[in-house]
Nanobody
């Protein structure tokens, strides 16, 4: 099982940047598809970005394309989300997720992931 811990959240002004990190421990990291999700108050959790171990393909929600970049450092068992050009609508709790199997085309669907971090807050002020 994979245990996930997020870090790097905080408060920034509109247009600012943050980098989230997700440290993974336990068995199964090297076979995982991993993703970032977010949930704003009163809204459902939504997929932000995802990637598979061992391949360069990445997947992004339309609302973050060109602003956010997902990456991973397997030597450190860590997943990252570089967030640039932050907007007030990016305010949310951000979660790291992992699973050993994710169906093609469903990389940003919450139901595909069975391991979740505790979440970390990102606040963007106007």
């Amino acid at each position: 099982q994979v245990h996930l811990v997020e870090s790097g959240g905080g408060s920034v002004q509109t247009g600012g940047s943050l980098r989230l990190s997700c440290a993974a421990s336990g068995d199964g990291y090297s076979s995982a598809a991993m993703a970032w999700f977010r949930q704003a108050p009163g809204k459902e959790r939504e997929g932000v970005a995802a990637m598979y171990y061992g391949v360069d393909d990445t997947y992004y929600a339309d609302f973050v394309k060109g602003r956010f970049t997902i990456s991973r450092d397997d030597s450190k068992n860590t997943l990252y989300l570089q967030m640039n050009g932050l907007k007030p609508e990016d305010n949310a709790m951000y979660y790291c997720a992992a699973d050993s199997v994710v169906l093609p085309g469903k990389e940003l669907e919450e139901s595909q992931y069975n391991r979740w971090g505790q979440g970390i807050q990102v606040t963007v002020s106007s």
